[in-house]
């Protein structure tokens, strides 16, 4: 079935840098732009950054901008966020999530079950 | 890039309609028609409900609907059932990002 799969979450230090992932499944992932959302505890959704079909644009809140990067590999179905000098108010549950579309739309039909990024001394 | 605004709660009884409103500005929801809804229950990741302003997804009861007048887009959900007490987020395409607003209360009394 269709889904996605996150990974590399935990607790890194002030300044410290973390690499999360995202396998995909279920859907020819070459296909659609993928987005990263985040939600702090207790927090509303806050959108993070989204990646063209074939990787080339991608656009950032900013929030993060210049500290993250989002990437993907089509060939192993995976998409990443590369996340330097973390911040405490970076810690939140990461989500992926699948534009509804193959032209991207902004809207986002298929999420995993989140990953929670930790920043803290 | 400010958050749209929706309000913090509303409510309503069973059978009743309620309707959720999410404002922005020209640059975001009044510009594009890339407006959604997510349902968002306690500990679960968020649930497309309406995409493209008004738009259902297969398999999302035709109780919710999605409308804009602006710059302000609104969520309506008649007939109101237990289980449609969640946290509700509009969200937007604005160019180069996207917007999500702060997310609405949705309880059912």
């Known amino acids: 079935q269709v889904q996605l799969v996150e990974s590399g979450g935990g607790v890194v230090q002030p300044g410290g840098s973390l690499r999360l992932s995202c396998a995909a499944s279920g859907f020819t992932f070459s296909s659609y732009g993928m987005h990263w959302v985040r939600q702090a505890p207790g927090k509303g959704l806050e959108w993070v950054a989204f990646?063209?079909?074939?990787?080339?644009?991608?656009y950032y809140a900013d929030s993060v901008k210049g500290r993250f990067t989002i990437s993907r590999d089509n060939s192993k179905n995976t998409l990443y966020l590369q996340m330097n000098s973390l911040r405490a108010e970076d810690t939140a549950v990461y989500y992926c999530?699948?534009?509804?579309?193959?032209?991207?739309?902004?809207?986002?039909?298929?999420w995993g079950q989140g990953t929670m990024v930790t920043v803290s001394s | 890039q400010s958050a749209l605004t929706q309000p913090r709660s509303v409510s309503g009884s069973p059978g009743q309609s309620v309707t959720i409103s999410c404002t922005g500005t020209s640059s975001d929801v009044g510009g594009y028609n890339y407006v959604s809804w997510y349902q968002q229950h306690p500990g679960k990741a968020p649930k497309l409900m309406i995409y493209?302003?008004?738009k259902r997804p297969s398999g999302v009861p035709d109780r919710f609907s999605g409308s804009k007048s602006g710059n302000t887009a609104s969520l309506t959900i008649s007939g109101l059932q237990a289980e449609d007490e969640a946290d509700y987020y509009c969200c937007s395409y604005a160019g180069s990002y996207t917007l999500f607003g702060g997310g609405t209360k949705l309880t059912v009394l």
């Open positions: 990646i063209r079909y074939d990787g080339s644009n991608k």
């Open positions: 999530a699948k534009d509804l579309k193959t032209v991207a739309v902004h809207a986002f039909d298929i």
């Open positions: 493209d302003v008004s």
